[in-house]
């Protein structure tokens, strides 16, 4: 089944200490993203990756640290959370680029206190 | 990056046949226009996507008029089921990435 799983899909956290969510797809696609959903906010992208080694800032990304060190795995650093973190986070996939079919994970919520 | 305007919530009644309309008055030439469903606490899912005229799958259609400056996502006979929030996207297929954010998106609240 093509899917898109995020881990872990909850994670209550103090200020400061570092934390990783993984992403993976199984669907060899080249394209992965991260958002962040907040109330009245909408999806704001974080980062992207176009292929394996490229990834680029998307439009919130202060904060989080990202790589792509193989096509299949996608995971969001944040190196020190702070409050303002605390959100609902999706990865997304697509073949190619954003604009295809894009599918995306179950969600982490992620609360910092 | 460009904005699409969409209403910010629908009601409907259960076997009603809804239309959700997008405004996106400067999109390209290239621009594709892409709709995506969102249940509370999932991420979007892929509704269907067109250029230009009608596309129809087993979810909606999509009617995209000459100028292409808006579109209308129609879901046929909705169910308590399809509640979800809706958004519409402008994106180039060729060069990549969206050129519109998610916004709040449609919020519709189907009835029984």
């Known amino acids: 089944e093509a899917q898109v799983t995020q881990n872990p899909r909850y994670l209550i956290t103090v200020t400061g200490k570092k934390l990783t969510v993984t992403c993976s797809q199984n669907m060899n696609h080249e394209y992965m993203s991260w958002y962040r959903q907040d109330p009245g906010l909408g999806l704001r992208q974080i980062y992207y990756s176009m292929n394996v080694e490229v990834t680029d800032k998307g439009d919130v990304p202060e904060g989080y640290k990202v790589s792509r060190k193989e096509k299949r795995n996608f995971p969001l650093i944040l190196e020190s959370p702070s409050p303002n973190q605390t959100s609902l986070y999706f990865c997304?996939?697509?073949?190619?680029?954003?604009?295809?079919?894009?599918?995306f994970g179950q969600g982490t919520r992620l609360t910092v206190v | 990056l460009a904005k699409t305007t969409q209403p910010i919530s629908m009601d409907s009644y259960e076997g009603q046949e809804v239309n959700i309309t997008c405004s996106h008055n400067?999109?390209?030439?290239?621009?594709?226009i892409t709709w995506y469903q969102q249940f509370p606490s999932q991420g979007p899912r892929f509704i269907i996507q067109g250029y230009k005229t009608k596309v129809t799958n087993e979810v909606a259609s999509l009617f995209i008029p000459a100028d292409r400056k808006s579109s209308t996502l129609s879901l046929p006979r909705v169910s308590l089921s399809d509640t979800a929030v809706y958004y519409c996207?402008?994106?180039?297929?060729?060069?990549?990435?969206?050129?519109?954010?998610f916004g709040a998106g449609t919020r519709l609240f189907v009835k029984a």
């Open positions: 400067n999109i390209a030439t290239n621009d594709y």
């Open positions: 996207l402008v994106g180039d297929l060729n060069t990549g990435g969206f050129k519109t954010i």
């Open positions: 997304a996939s697509s073949y190619r680029h954003q604009n295809t079919e894009a599918f």
